[in-house]
């Protein structure tokens, strides 16, 4: 499935004009799903806009954990760039948000206002809807409950989930995980989703600190403190998404807020199952920067 690949680097980047062009943070989509379909080989079904780390702080500059320089106030810049640019395409169903609205240094009793500083910001794109994911950064700032209400990710109240799933047209399903299902994050500390991350973390990460990864090889540096496993649940309810897709003669695109070695979800061996499924056309996710 044929698209533009942008260069990956975080919207503080952006900001700080590195060369990140307009029309780098516009996703195409192109399938021959049903011949029915009235389009050509060189018009897309439907075209969505993609944007992720954004990290917006009304802080000074400053460094992230791993010394890379953030430029938190001009992080809104690169956001007004790409809905600039989502809004001058003009055809665009959509938009998704990967994660990491708000950055982790972000005052706490200035997180609601940051939030909704970005969001009025998004909420400018004239296509359609911004779907939102929870990132750690989101989760540094505000606990779970919260964010699913502001971000308007689709759960009911009543469920402590953040995961969901979208149809933008019969033929395709977008599937949008929650890595950070099973975390020391945005859950209280006598949660089973925190008591169980927690356990992996000793089990796995030898350090004092389990935010660091020292002495922790390849994939296994995902076993740090700011990362996070999808959970039995989730797994389940991915399978019976994925099994109504290809029943439906659908095709998923999945969607998830971890990537890198060191914030790969910790339980990805069961994730990658999702491959045998013929309805399964590829996935995309955050955290992949410098």
């Known amino acids: 499935m044929p698209h533009r690949r942008g260069d990956g680097r975080a919207i503080n980047d952006v900001a700080e004009g590195v060369g990140v062009q307009d029309d780098e943070v516009l996703l195409t989509m192109k399938s021959a799903v049903d011949t029915k379909i009235n389009s050509t080989p060189h018009k897309p079904l439907f075209s969505f806009g993609v944007i992720t780390d954004i990290q917006y702080a ?38 998704i948000h990967f994660g990491d609205l708000v950055d982790g240094f972000c005052p706490k009793e200035k997180s609601r206002t940051a939030f909704n500083t ?11 809807h911004v779907y939102h994911m929870i990132g750690n950064h989101c989760l540094y700032n505000l606990p779970r409950q919260e964010l699913n209400q502001i971000l308007h990710i689709p759960t009911s ?26 975390s020391t994050l945005g859950w209280p500390t006598d949660h089973p989703h925190f008591k169980a991350a927690m356990e992996l973390l000793n089990r796995r990460n030898p350090n004092d600190e389990k935010n660091s990864p020292v002495g922790l090889r390849g994939v296994n540096q995902r076993f740090v403190k700011f990362n996070g496993a999808v959970g039995e649940k989730q797994l389940e309810w991915m399978e019976t998404k994925l099994q109504e897709a290809q ?26 199952e999702w491959n045998p499924w013929k309805c399964s056309s590829n996935s995309l996710s955050h955290h992949s920067f410098y």
């Open 157 to 182: 109240k009543s469920e402590q989930r953040s995961y969901y799933s979208f149809s933008p047209m019969p033929e395709f399903l977008f599937v949008a995980l929650d890595g950070y299902d099973i």
């Open 58 to 95: 009304d802080i000074d500059n400053g460094r992230s954990f791993l010394g890379v320089p953030r430029y938190y106030r001009h992080a809104l810049i690169g956001v007004q760039r790409a809905v600039q640019a989502w809004n001058k395409k003009g055809d665009l169903s959509f938009a």
């Open 247 to 272: 029943d439906a003669g659908q095709k998923a695109q999945i969607r998830m807020a971890t990537s890198t070695s060191t914030t790969i979800i910790s339980h990805f061996e069961e994730l990658v």
């Open 118 to 128: 970005v969001l009025s910001e998004l909420a400018k794109f004239q296509g359609g």
